[in-house]
């Protein structure tokens, strides 16, 4: 499955020539389709201000075209580029793989530390709480029936990266418990060395 139902990716596709799927719809037209892109995002985010070509500037969008046809596949691929993101293809598979780690376990990650939380003193909290806990569980206010469905739909690659975190979980917790300060250093190191690579995209 391709895990995109529920992004501004598949709204276009299926909203901007044709209310069938996706696989019927005629050539877009990409100055159009990112007129229609702006106007879309103006009302979700009151962004109208914002010429087209900037409106997903460097985001990156994945295509998974598989045997779809190449006239619709370059259409598409010029209308994400039109309103200034910069596409990526790879299989269906991949993809799903990828935005499980990337967008999909950040996302519960962030609803598990808020819930969490959610029975402490929340006036204590919430009187000190700095960047650190505002960054990361920002996302926890995230549209609920939006990841009930993806966490369904992608269910699979979800639960196989929330075990992999599990397993660093475990060994983190273990680590401290132990005094294993070297243990500690190995993954701090990790996981600097990740967020550096990242920074450097």
């Not at 100055?31 to 109208?48: C, E, F, L, Q, Y």
Request: glycine content about 4%; aromatic content about 6%.
């Amino acid at each position: 499955m391709v895990v995109g139902a529920y992004s501004i990716s598949y709204w276009m596709l299926t909203n901007t020539e044709s209310s069938t799927s996706p696989a019927s719809t005629g050539v877009l037209k990409p100055a159009s389709a990112a007129a229609k892109v702006a106007s879309w995002r103006s009302k979700k985010i009151g962004s109208g201000c914002w010429p087209p070509d900037s409106l997903m500037l460097m985001t990156p969008m994945m295509l998974t075209p598989a045997s779809a046809d190449p006239v619709h596949v370059g259409s598409v691929r010029a209308l994400w580029r039109a309103v200034g993101a910069r596409t990526v293809e790879m299989e269906a598979n991949e993809h799903d793989r990828i935005v499980a780690r990337v967008s999909h376990l950040p996302q519960m990650l962030s609803y598990a530390l808020a819930a969490s939380l959610a029975d402490e003193n929340r006036r204590s909290l919430y009187a000190l709480a700095a960047n650190g806990l505002r960054d990361t569980t920002r996302l926890a206010l995230s549209d609920a029936s939006m990841w009930k469905a993806i966490a369904k739909e992608n269910k699979v690659e979800l639960l196989d990266s929330m075990d992999a975190l599990s397993a660093v979980w475990a060994r983190l917790r273990d680590a401290i418990e132990n005094g294993d300060t070297d243990e500690l250093d190995r993954i701090i190191e990790s996981a600097a060395s990740f967020r550096r690579g990242l920074e450097a995209e």
